[in-house]
């Protein structure tokens, strides 16, 4: 993919010729936004708040759970699968059939994950890279260590891990090429980013994917980052396996359900190891032995969040409306923007680019390196009303969320940064006791 602004980076002209020629422009005044001078560059943490969530969840409120109560569950009761094929075919590239909106990504990574394995018995090995999620990294540690499994960590960040073994990769990115020294007819699974949660670098799913099958093992993606950001294309990637989030992108609410994805013809090999009566085939015969449903509700294990998944389908069937092809292609464009604002900004200031420069190569979102990156995020905050987030050791990220964003306000947030940069100001934040960045 190649992306090419209109004019020159650093004058906001450019940015305002940006979003005057966006097809997506009007997808902004769908969403809540609280304080018009703010520039909110976190959307790859949480999302802002649709307009058409407010309303649904409200009228659930008082037009379905306290006007029909129990009755309720007359319609309800197939919502996961009904939002999951909503959420496939807006970001996944997929048919329906294959993906629940339902518990957390770590819940479903920890049941696709165990399933996996199981599936391939007499295998010993699992592969994860050391600059995952921590969440999988520590799921996965587990899981090694419950069922005498030999984890292998693929160093791709200097952190080290449980069986980690150094490999030389730009931007925390495993490539094919990188991890097809360490495959074997023993992995069992094997577990990576579709978009690194820190660097922002786009893994190649196609090549990784084949490489994996190939030896006989799965492949379990976390696509936190990248759902509702690219287009994850899973048919034509010949993806099996994922799960991820709904309130990044996806701008589904803070704690909104997450999203597993379980291709057709697997469904009846894997059983995951948590087995809730929703996964019962005959739900309400109450028996006493579990036989699993046939299709996709067979990896369901409770009851869904209805007001969860409300707001979901609100905020999915906002980008089916917008194309994952547009909302892909603006990603891409602020990316290139903020990228072009580093190098003429920020790098006199000691900044580095911790993203792949090539638009193929990442998603909506970039981090920029610096040793004082704690106090400069926090002043961001604090003293310029832009909000971004901080990831240790000196990483600061900075988002650009194709619906709710304009260019403009991208454009902005970088200019205060300068600003802030040039002034010295961002040195006067006091320090802040928080567990939150």
């Known amino acids: 993919m190649t992306v090419e602004l209109p004019g020159v980076a650093t004058e906001r002209t450019t940015a305002e010729l940006l979003d005057s020629r966006d097809p997506l422009g009007s997808f902004r005044s769908e969403f809540f936004h609280a304080d018009p001078h703010q520039c909110y560059l976190d959307g790859n943490s949480l999302g802002k708040l649709p307009l058409a969530t407010r309303d649904s969840v409200a009228s659930f409120v008082t037009h379905e759970w306290g006007t029909e109560l129990v009755e309720g569950w007359g319609h309800w009761i197939d919502e996961a699968q009904v939002a999951g094929d909503l959420l496939a075919s807006a970001t996944l590239g997929t048919g329906p059939g294959q993906t629940l909106v339902c518990d957390t990504t770590s819940m479903n990574f920890y049941q696709l994950a165990i399933a996996a394995i199981r599936s391939r018995p007499g295998r010993k090995t699992v592969i994860i890279d050391s600059a995952n999620f921590p969440t999988d990294r520590y799921i996965l540690e587990g899981i090694a260590t419950d069922l005498g499994l030999s984890l292998l960590t693929l160093d791709t960040d200097g952190q080290g891990g449980p069986g980690a073994v150094s490999v030389s990769v730009e931007h925390e990115r495993v490539t094919a090429e990188a991890l097809a020294p360490y495959?074997?007819?023993?992995?069992?699974?094997?577990?990576?980013?579709?978009?690194?949660?820190?660097?922002?670098?786009?893994?190649?799913?196609?090549?990784?994917?084949?490489?994996?099958?190939?030896?006989?093992?799965?492949?379990?993606?976390?696509?936190?980052?990248?759902?509702?950001?690219?287009?994850?294309?899973?048919?034509?990637?010949?993806?099996?396996?994922?799960?991820?989030?709904?309130?990044?992108?996806?701008?589904?609410?803070?704690?909104?359900?997450?999203?597993?994805?379980?291709?057709?013809?697997?469904?009846?090999?894997?059983?995951?190891?948590?087995?809730?009566?929703?996964?019962?085939?005959?739900?309400?015969?109450?028996?006493?032995?579990?036989?699993?449903?046939?299709?996709?509700?067979?990896?369901?294990?409770?009851?869904?969040?209805?007001?969860?998944?409300?707001?979901?389908?609100?905020?999915?069937?906002?980008?089916?409306?917008?194309?994952i092809a547009e909302i892909e292609r603006k990603a891409a464009l602020g990316t290139e923007l903020m990228i072009q604002l580093v190098d003429a900004w920020l790098f006199p200031h000691g900044f580095t680019l911790g993203t792949p420069r090539e638009a193929s190569e990442r998603g909506g979102h970039i981090i920029i390196r610096h040793p004082e990156a704690a106090t400069i995020a926090l002043a961001l905050r604090q003293l310029v009303n832009v909000v971004p987030d901080y990831r240790a050791p000196d990483a600061i990220r900075l988002a650009i969320s194709p619906l709710p964003t304009s260019y403009v306000e991208v454009w902005d947030g970088f200019d205060r940064l300068r600003s802030l940069m040039e002034s010295g100001a961002y040195r006067e934040v006091a320090p802040q006791e928080t567990r939150v960045t």
């Open 183 to 323: 495959l074997s007819d023993d992995v069992a699974l094997v577990t990576l980013q579709a978009i690194n949660y820190r660097s922002g670098a786009r893994s190649e799913l196609a090549e990784i994917q084949a490489a994996v099958t190939a030896v006989g093992a799965h492949m379990l993606w976390d696509c936190s980052h990248a759902g509702g950001a690219i287009d994850l294309d899973f048919d034509g990637n010949k993806i099996n396996l994922a799960v991820g989030c709904t309130y990044k992108y996806g701008n589904s609410g803070p704690g909104s359900p997450a999203w597993l994805f379980v291709r057709s013809e697997l469904q009846q090999e894997l059983q995951v190891p948590i087995k809730g009566w929703f996964a019962q085939e005959d739900q309400f015969l109450m028996g006493p032995w579990f036989e699993k449903a046939r299709g996709i509700r067979g990896f369901q294990v409770a009851s869904p969040s209805i007001v969860g998944i409300r707001g979901v389908q609100a905020s999915y069937e906002m980008i089916q409306r917008a194309g």
